[in-house]
């Protein structure tokens, strides 16, 4: 029996999006204190999620809830569409969950992500940031991946029909998606180069993989030389106990 309308899956292949969700906080200036704002609040912060260098991401997601934290009136604030952010006062650092709701024809569940809001400055710069009364980002890079998703969301992903195809596909092949491709569909590649507001590019990934690779180097030769180390001490050890007539064990 065939796939209901709108629900046959694309066999073998997963394809991600990439985004990236966090938050600003700024100090506010108490000689510019709106006057119906709380004594107690001493930051004004917004959380958001976007695409990386915000690019577009509402063609494959519909909604974005924000929970805060109870203290503040309506904390489950649900935002249907972008900017998908939302922009408060206050005074103390929390959790916010962040559930991410699908277009319909995703025919997908919500994923839920958390993010920690931050107002304090952290590491060898913390009190000169904090002097500067400098605006704190804190924010990360996700990739949702939609495995074998719907025919018809495929095609929104994609911006392309699906191909057909003969014999099975190869299962858990991982397609991109992001932006517009040489072809007219949609790629997922991030942009080649950092900028003022996105640090999230193909240099810096190949930075940081430069950077895992030296570590890993590192932990290797640590590894390496304790080995060394552990089997001097045994052999020493060994060498001590046929010096005092102690059965030795063979190995």
Same mark, same amino acid.
């Given at each position: 029996?065939?796939?209901?309308?709108?629900?046959?899956?694309?066999?073998?292949?997963?394809?991600?999006?990439?985004?990236?969700?966090?938050?600003?906080?700024?100090?506010?200036?108490?000689?510019?204190?709106?006057?119906?704002?709380?004594?107690?609040?001493?930051?004004?912060?917004?959380?958001?999620?976007?695409?990386?260098?915000?690019?577009?991401?509402?063609?494959?997601? &519909?909604?974005?809830?924000?929970?805060? %934290?109870?203290?503040?009136?309506?904390?489950? #604030? =649900?935002? @249907?569409? !972008?900017?998908? /952010?939302?922009?408060?006062?206050?005074?103390?650092?929390?959790?916010?969950?962040?559930?991410?709701?699908?277009?319909?024809?995703?025919?997908?569940?919500?994923?839920?992500?958390?993010?920690?809001?931050?107002?304090?400055?952290?590491?060898?710069?913390?009190?000169?940031?904090?002097?500067?009364?400098?605006?704190?980002?804190?924010?990360?890079?996700?990739?949702?991946?939609?495995?074998?998703?719907?025919?018809?969301?495929?095609?929104?992903?994609?911006?392309?029909?699906?191909?057909?195809?003969?014999?099975?596909?190869? &299962?858990?092949?991982?397609?991109?998606? %992001?932006?517009?491709?040489?072809?007219?569909? #949609? =790629?997922? @590649?991030? !942009?080649?180069? /950092?900028?003022?507001?996105?640090?999230?590019?193909?240099?810096?990934?190949?930075?940081?993989?430069?950077?895992?690779?030296?570590?890993?180097?590192?932990?290797?030769?640590?590894?390496?030389?304790?080995?060394?180390?552990?089997?001097?001490?045994?052999?020493?050890?060994?060498?001590?106990?046929?010096?005092?007539?102690?059965?030795?064990?063979?190995?």
């Amino acid at each position: 029996m065939p796939a209901p309308a709108g629900t046959k899956r694309v066999k073998g292949v997963s394809i991600f999006r990439p985004f990236v969700f966090g938050s600003i906080a700024r100090p506010i200036d108490t000689n510019k204190k709106p006057p119906d704002l709380p004594a107690e609040h001493t930051h004004q912060w917004t959380v958001w999620v976007k695409g990386v260098d915000d690019e577009d991401i509402s063609y494959w997601l &519909k909604k974005v809830q924000f929970k805060l %934290h109870e203290t503040y009136a309506n904390s489950l #604030r =649900t935002v @249907e569409g !972008p900017p998908f /952010e939302v922009t408060e006062t206050g005074w103390g650092e929390f959790e916010i969950q962040i559930k991410l709701y699908f277009v319909p024809e995703s025919n997908e569940k919500a994923q839920t992500i958390w993010h920690g809001l931050k107002f304090h400055p952290y590491g060898p710069d913390a009190e000169q940031q904090r002097e500067r009364r400098e605006p704190i980002i804190s924010q990360n890079y996700e990739e949702v991946i939609f495995n074998e998703p719907v025919e018809q969301f495929y095609e929104i992903l994609t911006g392309a029909p699906v191909q057909p195809t003969k014999g099975k596909g190869s &299962k858990g092949s991982k397609l991109s998606g %992001h932006g517009k491709g040489n072809d007219g569909g #949609r =790629t997922a @590649e991030i !942009p080649y180069a /950092e900028s003022p507001g996105n640090p999230y590019s193909q240099k810096t990934e190949g930075k940081e993989l430069d950077r895992m690779g030296e570590a890993i180097k590192t932990v290797e030769q640590m590894v390496k030389e304790e080995r060394t180390k552990l089997a001097e001490r045994e052999a020493k050890l060994e060498s001590l106990k046929k010096m005092e007539g102690v059965p030795t064990k063979k190995k």
